[in-house]
Nanobody
């Protein structure tokens, strides 16, 4: 199993980036995929999540209206389009996969997902937004 994030970088406030999460080694359309981020000294937080079929999406209030999550099951890839970026969006961005990830995060939080240890995680990509 492998999840590989890409697309991070340095961007000015107000700019845009598109992150990609390429997956392999599991039945991709049977898994929810989520984007998470962790800033220095802070806990990992959920950003957006999309169901296996792509029919359901969820986003944190802090990114609603600015970030759009999508997936292409033919390419085993999930995307996070990030617009109107702010300095507070600076973090390492991770993608994760689990059959019920979106519901589990909403019900029990990110810490539960991390402690349960069942989700697949990528190694992350750095996003830095300068003011």
């Amino acid at each position: 199993v492998q999840l590989v994030e890409s697309g991070g970088g340095l961007v000015q406030a107000g700019g845009s980036l598109r992150l990609s999460c390429a997956a392999s080694g599991f039945t991709f359309d049977g898994y929810d995929i989520g984007w998470f981020r962790q800033a220095p000294g802070k806990e990992r937080e959920g950003v957006s999540c999309i169901s296996g079929s792509g029919g359901g999406t969820y986003s944190a209030d802090s990114v609603k209206g600015r970030f759009i999550i999508s997936r292409d099951n033919a390419k085993n890839t999930v995307y996070l389009q990030m617009n109107s970026l702010k300095p507070e969006d600076t973090a390492i961005y991770y993608c994760a996969a689990d059959p019920n990830l979106c519901d589990v995060v909403r019900a029990f939080g990110v810490s539960f997902v991390l402690s349960r240890g069942e989700a697949y995680w990528g190694r992350g990509t750095q996003v830095t937004v300068s003011s």
